[in-house]
C-alpha cells in the first residue's frame, strides 16, 4: 500500500494492476496462503471477545470466500456479503458454499461501496487495506455503510513487512519492488478521520521462512501480491539483477532459512453513536461503546 504523501507517487498502488494480479491468483491462491489464513482465523477469534447481533455482515476483500463461509456460521441469521476486487476470487468463493451457509457475492471497489448508507451491523477485513491506494476514501464508504453502533473490524500489514526483501532489493539496483505499507499511528489517524469511533490496535510480527529467496518470490506471485506500484519496473527483471537480489537476501539467513517478516496491525473501530442532549445539541460520547449494537438492518 501507498499512503506517503505527498511525493510518494512512485508508490501508489495501481488499483487496475491489483484487481489483474489477484484475478490470475484466484485458482491457486489458498494453497500458498499460509499467513493469510493464520491472520484471518486470528481476526475471527477476536470477534469471541464482543457481544453483536449484525443483520447484514460485509466481508471486504473477501477473496475466496473462506471467512464468509465462518462468518455465516457465526451470526446464522445474518445476511452475508462476500465483497471483493477481483471477480475470480469471487468465483472461487461461490463453491465454498453449502445450502446453509450461502452468502452474496458483490464484485466492487472498496472505494466505492454499492451499499446504502447505515446497512450493516459488521463490517470484517483481513488483509485487504493495504491493498487499497486510497485508505481515507476506503474508511469513509466503511464509516459510510456501518449502522451506528456497527463494529469495524480488520487486519493489514505494517511498514516492517518484507523487510529483508526490500533491503536485498534495495542492494540489487534501488528500484521499488516491494509495495509500501501504512504505519500504525498513520492508520489511527486516518481511522478517525473517517468519522469512525473509539479505534484500538495492536501489533504481532509473523516471520515465515524459505528455503531460499526463489520459494518466496514462487509464493508472493501464487498470491497475487506483485509490485502493483506505479513506479515498478515495466520489463522483466533481468538474471542480473535478481541473482544481486539473491545474493543479498542471503545475509538475512538463519538456521538455514531465509526469513520473511510480516507486521500484521490488527484493528477495530465503532460506528458512532449519537446522543441528543436535553438542550438538543448532537454529541457524539467517548463512552459509546459498539456492543449495544443489536439493532437490524436489511436495506442492502
Known amino acids: 500500500m501507498s499512503q506517503e504523501r505527498p511525493g510518494s507517487d512512485e508508490f501508489r498502488l495501481e488499483q487496475r494492476e491489483v484487481r489483474r494480479s489477484f484475478g490470475r491468483a484466484a485458482r491457486n491462491y489458498d494453497a500458498v496462503a499460509v499467513l493469510q489464513s493464520k491472520v484471518q482465523h486470528q481476526l475471527l477469534e477476536r470477534l469471541d471477545l464482543v457481544r453483536i447481533d ?3 455482515v460485509l466481508d471486504l476483500g473477501a477473496g475466496t470466500g473462506r471467512a464468509s463461509v465462518e462468518l455465516k456460521r457465526r451470526y446464522r441469521k445474518a445476511r ?10 469471487l468465483r472461487v468463493a461461490a463453491r465454498r458454499q453449502t445450502l446453509l451457509r450461502r452468502f452474496r457475492r458483490v464484485c466492487a471497489d472498496a472505494a466505492v461501496l454499492p451499499l446504502v448508507d447505515g446497512c450493516t451491523g459488521l463490517i470484517f477485513s483481513s488483509l485487504m487495506l493495504q491493498w487499497c491506494d486510497d485508505l481515507d476514501q476506503v474508511l469513509r464508504e466503511c464509516r459510510r455503510v456501518l449502522q451506528p453502533g456497527g463494529l469495524f473490524t480488520f ?26 505499507f501504512i504505519d500504525m499511528h498513520d492508520l489511527g489517524d486516518a481511522l478517525v478521520r473517517s468519522g469512525l469511533a473509539e479505534p484500538v490496535m495492536d501489533v504481532e510480527r509473523i516471520t ?3 528455503e531460499d529467496a526463489h520459494d518466496l518470490m514462487r509464493d508472493l506471485k501464487t498470491l497475487g501480491a506483485h509490485n502493483a506500484s506505479a513506479g515498478r519496473s515495466r520489463g522483466l527483471t533481468g538474471k542480473g539483477g535478481m541473482a544481486k537480489m539473491v545474493q543479498a537476501y542471503e545475509a538475512f539467513r538463519e538456521g538455514g532459512r531465509l526469513p520473511a517478516t510480516y507486521e500484521v496491525v490488527y484493528g477495530h473501530a465503532w460506528g458512532p453513536v449519537a446522543r ?13 461503546i459498539g456492543r449495544r449494537a443489536t439493532a437490524r438492518s436489511s436495506n442492502i
Do not use: F
Open 54 to 56: 449484525p443483520a447484514v
Open 80 to 89: 452475508v456479503v462476500a465483497l471483493d476486487l477481483a471477480e475470480p476470487m
Open 155 to 180: 487486519a493489514t500489514l505494517g511498514p516492517d513487512t518484507l523487510v529483508e526483501l526490500r533491503r536485498a532489493w534495495a542492494a540489487a539496483d534501488g528500484r521499488v519492488h516491494v509495495n509500501r
Open 208 to 210: 515465515l521462512t524459505y
Open 276 to 288: 441528543r442532549r436535553a438542550a438538543g445539541e448532537v454529541a457524539v460520547p467517548l463512552g459509546a
